[in-house]
């Protein structure tokens, strides 16, 4: 069993950036395809990134392509997530997510869930 516990979310003003981490425990996750999903008030959770196992396939939704960068290092068994230029609309929860899949694109993919970071971008 796998768990995952995000960190480095907060407030932040827009235009900022932030580095979101994903520690893993009991499990490596070198053995699985990571990525982030994120919940805003009032929608529906998605995805934003995803990294495969090899890293040879890496997605990222259209909300934040070009300004974030999904990065894993096996070694630390932490995956990360650095989101640049922050605009208030990326304010949400969120949650990394590890799959056996090739990439986990929606909810039903995901094996393991964290349990969520907030992050609050305020203009």
């Known amino acids: 069993q796998v768990q995952l516990v995000e960190s480095g979310g907060g407030s932040v003003q827009s235009g900022g950036s932030l580095k979101l981490s994903c520690a893993a425990s009991?499990?490596?996750?070198?053995?699985?395809?990571m990525g982030w999903f994120r919940q805003a008030p009032g929608k529906e959770r998605k995805m934003i990134t995803a990294?495969?196992?090899?890293?040879?396939?890496?997605l990222y939704d259209d909300s934040v392509r070009g300004r974030s960068t999904i990065s894993r290092d096996n070694a630390k068994n932490t995956v990360y997530l650095q989101i640049n230029s922050l605009k208030p609309e990326d304010t949400a929860v969120y949650y990394c997510?590890?799959?056996?899949?090739?990439?986990?694109?929606?909810?039903?993919?995901?094996?393991?869930w964290g349990q969520g970071t907030q992050v609050t971008v305020s203009s």
């Open positions: 990294i495969s196992k090899s890293e040879r396939t890496i």
């Open positions: 997510v590890a799959t056996t899949r090739v990439v986990a694109t929606q909810e039903i993919e995901v094996d393991y």
């Open positions: 009991g499990g490596n996750v070198s053995n699985y395809a």
